[in-house]
């Protein structure tokens, strides 16, 4: 469908997802109502998102040579993703999350890092970033996101970047497209009002900034248009892993030659829609899917056209 290439740059871990009946809990053992275990990772979920939405996905990520590192990298094959740049380290450990999924579908997420995955740029060999349509990094990994980033931009391949906190901040100008969480822009701030930080995300001219707000959609600045994108109603179940659907979605739509308005509306309603299913990865939309939702609202010119 299309021959666009997204190269992800960032962390693939093993999710262990449990749908709970009361959080917080009310008693020191609280029932759980579902269970299953699942890839994650910011760069490896929007890896799997992008694939779903039909552009060639590659992932470089660090595993350990565990059962959890082989099970991240069959979850990884089974939904598309290119895996050859996943790199398995002899002796290391992969990073392993706990997640508690609330009745209201929102999540909380408890993350052992791993160990041994040791971050280095000679990792990147033979992914050929500069071959890409888009890079896309999340800064788990910093060297080796930083490299893969210096590469594109090289070579004119456009940067996006996934910030969920300020750490390694002084990275963020390397994108084309910084692209924050509420929680990342009220670090930056000092406190929680959107509105006012985007003004201050922006780490050089020209930089598309924006700050995913969760169920509000998106806050943007492009260029000196400051854009608000809503986001669907949908009957949430599981918001685990929507904030990295909308980043692979909104990378997938550059990639396809989508100006930012309209990547950020494809994007915003793959999230959404990503969310009617408990487990990130089980309810993923496709292009068409997506397509068909947006023709089903109320049209307009800045829509994805690509």
Excluded at 137 to 145: A, F, G
Excluded at 265 to 291: I, M, N
């Amino acid at each position: 469908m299309s021959r666009a290439r997204l190269l992800a740059v960032g962390l693939s871990c093993l999710d262990h997802v449990w749908r709970v009946e009361h959080f917080p809990p009310l008693a020191s053992r609280t029932d759980a109502r579902a269970y299953h275990s699942q890839g994650g990772g910011p760069a490896a979920t929007a890896a799997v998102a992008a694939a779903h939405l039909g552009v060639e996905a590659a992932l470089v990520a660090l595993h350990g040579d565990d059962a959890a590192g082989d099970a991240a990298l069959a979850d990884l094959a089974a939904h598309g993703v290119r895996v050859e740049g996943v790199r398995r380290i002899e002796g290391a450990a992969t990073f392993v999350s706990a997640v508690l999924v609330a009745p209201d579908g929102e999540r909380w997420i408890f993350p052992y890092r791993g160990s041994g995955l040791v971050d280095d740029p000679a990792w990147l060999e033979g992914s050929a970033p500069e071959d890409a349509s888009v890079v896309l990094i999340d800064l788990r990994h910093p060297k080796l996101c930083r490299a893969a980033a210096e590469r594109a931009r090289a070579a004119g391949v456009p940067v996006v970047a996934d910030y969920g906190n300020l750490r390694s901040w002084e990275d963020a100008h390397l994108a084309d497209h910084l692209l924050v969480a509420r929680e990342c822009a009220a670090e930056l701030l000092g406190r929680d009002d959107p509105e006012v930080a985007l003004g201050r995300l922006r780490q050089r001219p020209g930089q598309v900034v924006g700050i995913t707000l969760g169920a509000e959609g998106l806050l943007m600045l492009d260029g000196e248009r400051r854009l608000k994108v809503p986001a669907p109603r949908v009957d949430a179940v599981d918001t685990t892993g929507a904030g990295d659907v909308f980043h692979g979605a909104y990378a997938a739509g550059i990639a396809r030659g989508m100006n930012a308005e309209g990547a950020a509306r494809y994007a915003v309603a793959a999230a959404a829609l990503a969310c009617r299913t408990f487990g990130a990865r089980r309810g993923l939309p496709d292009d068409a899917e997506v397509r068909a939702h947006l023709a089903r609202r109320t049209p307009d010119r800045t829509g994805p056209q690509a």
